[in-house]
């Protein structure tokens, strides 16, 4: 089922008229998805400027393997071919600690 569409066939996710609220019959693509959640960043006060589509699959990969889901399962939902891909984006071992910050010398 779709939200206000007529047919089952319908996006689930659909285009405004500018700023109208009028929904279209044109799916959101995802620079449309982007573009919204970087608007509600900045409207929350928080930095958008980095934020890309990769952002969200890269902190999906790092949580799922967080909770222990198989590097394999993971792989196949992102729609990796290959392992090496998914580790690409696994961020858990990218954590700023105190330990590396104190080695900076000035």
Known sequence: MSIGGDDADSPLFRTA????KRLTTEPMTGNDILR????CFTAAGLPAERLTRHSFRATTITN???QGVPLEDVQYLAGHADPRTTQLYDRRKRQVTRNIVERISI
């Open 36 to 39: 919204m959640v970087k608007r």
């Open 17 to 20: 008229i500018r700023k109208t």
């Open 64 to 66: 799922l393997l967080d």
